[in-house]
Nanobody, 120 residues
């Protein structure tokens, strides 16, 4: 069994900052890419940022220069530092990870989501 648990969401004023965390636990052999996605009401889920096990990162165009993804491989945890938040950043944020549980078993896992609300 593998779980991803997000934390750190909440209400913030426009221009403010939040830091999201997502910890993976359970029977884990290794973790490849970890990523953050978001979904606002009435919109499709979109990639916010991703980071490989080696630390290479990629970002959605709308968050470049404002958000930073990082990870602590010793804690199986990925972080998303969000600065200069805008009302359009409001959404449910989900973390995802490509996790290998055994030599032959690799799949995507998703967290339950954490709400980010940005007031103007």
């Amino acid at each position: 069994q593998v779980q991803l648990v997000e934390s750190g969401g909440g209400l913030v004023q426009a221009g403010g900052s939040l830091r999201l965390s997502c910890a993976a636990s359970g029977s884990i052999f290794s973790i490849n890419t970890m990523s953050w996605h978001r979904q606002a009401p009435g919109k499709q889920r979109e990639l916010v940022a991703g980071i490989t096990s080696g630390g290479s990162t990629n970002y959605g165009d709308s968050v470049k220069g404002r958000f930073t993804i990082s990870r602590d491989n010793t804690k199986n945890t990925v972080y998303l530092q969000m600065n200069n938040l805008k009302p359009e950043d409001a959404a449910v944020y989900y973390c995802a990870a490509v996790i290998r549980r055994t030599i032959t078993s690799t799949r995507d896992y998703w967290g339950q989501g954490t709400q980010v609300t940005v007031s103007s």
